[in-house]
Antibody
Framework: EVQLVESGGGLVQPGGSLRLSCAAS????????MSWVRQAPGKGLEWVAN????????YYVDSVKGRFTISRDNAKNSLFLQMNSLRAEDTAVYYC????????????WGQGTLVTVSS | DIQMTQSPSSLSASVGDRVTITCRAS??????LAWYQQKPEKAPKSLIY???SLQSGVPSRFSGSGSGTDFTLTISSLQPEDFATYYC?????????FGPGTKVDLK
């Protein structure tokens, strides 16, 4: 059974940093592109970033470029999102997600972790 | 960036109704479109990929169609567990983008 478990969310002040983690199990982690998707309170879904199997390709939505960094550790079956210079508009539930093999749509989702940026 | 729109933004329906949701892309995306279902306070669930292919385990009452810029999600006979918000997403080009969602509630 595919499991994706996020951690690392919490309350942070504007301008602060936070590192999200996602522990993956139930599949060969190193064989799949992985993504982060977020959802602000009461709003829709927003794709944030994704990363290739070996970490050699990474893509970001414009609003987080230069502030967020996606990375992975295939030896530890883990995905990360380093978030710097956080803003109030980054407040959201952040979902770790596994893309479908051979496609780029999301096949599996984690349960999400809440990040709140507020003073 | 490719903009995704959905219509309607919400709809009220009864159990057993046939429901159709439309998704439109601001430029052609071939068949690189997915549909997701989300219930309140829950993570999204993947329903359809490549515009018309059902994810494993998804009931056959769900179907998708379309290509290019216009797509539809159809629920042939709405069930109580189908009341939720539905999102389309294009994955033709970066950044991948979602539609604003369509909320399906009980009439």
């Amino acid at each position: 059974e595919v499991q994706l478990v996020e951690s690392g969310g919490g309350l942070v002040q504007p301008g602060g940093s936070l590192r999200l983690s996602c522990a993956a199990s139930g599949f060969t982690f190193s064989s799949y592109w992985m993504s982060w998707v977020r959802q602000a309170p009461g709003k829709g879904l927003e794709w944030v970033a994704n990363i290739k199997q070996d970490g050699s390709e990474k893509y970001y939505v414009d609003s987080v470029k230069g502030r967020f960094t996606i990375s992975r550790d295939n030896a530890k079956n883990s995905l990360f999102l380093q978030m710097n210079s956080l803003r109030a508009e980054d407040t959201a539930v952040y979902y770790c997600a596994r893309e479908m093999g051979g496609y780029s749509n999301i096949e599996y989702w984690g349960q999400g972790t809440l990040v709140t940026v507020s003073s | 960036d490719i903009q995704m729109t959905q219509s309607p933004s919400s709809l009220s329906a009864s159990v057993g109704d046939r429901v159709t949701i439309t998704c439109r892309a601001s430029q052609g995306i071939s068949s690189w479109l997915a549909w997701y279902q989300q219930k309140p306070e829950k993570a999204p669930k993947s329903l359809i990929y490549a515009a018309s292919s059902l994810q494993s385990g998804v009931p056959s009452r769900f179907s998708g169609s379309g290509s290019g810029t216009d797509f539809t999600l159809t629920i042939s006979s709405l069930q109580p567990e189908d009341f939720a918000t539905y999102y389309c997403q294009q994955y033709d080009s970066y950044p991948f983008t979602f539609g604003p969602g369509t909320k399906v509630d009980l009439k």
